[in-house]
């Protein structure tokens, strides 16, 4: 059951802070005339990096499919 807690409070905790990543990477995006984040002045930097990697983890666990349950066999019934 702690297990299942777990997976609802990061499911939530990510729910949260999906649109605060999305404006890190916004914020802190290479500017093409620079080269460099404007922020910390770095090609892709940290904070970039890290609120990328959370947002395509989270698309990726979106995306993971779900497997359908198997339909179960009749086995003795009729055939015709």
Do not use: K
């Not at 949260?16 to 990477?25: F, M």
């Not at 080269?35 to 989270?58: K, M």
């Amino acid at each position: 059951m702690a297990a299942e807690q777990d997976r609802h409070e990061s499911g939530s905790l990510t729910d949260r802070l999906l649109p605060y990543y999305r404006d890190v990477v916004a914020m802190h995006a290479d500017d093409p005339a620079v080269g460099a984040c404007l922020v910390c002045r770095l090609p892709r930097c940290e904070d970039w990096r890290f609120a990328s990697e959370r947002l395509l983890t989270s698309i990726d666990r979106e995306a993971e499919p779900t497997m359908p349950a198997s339909p179960r066999l009749q086995h003795g019934g009729d055939s015709s």
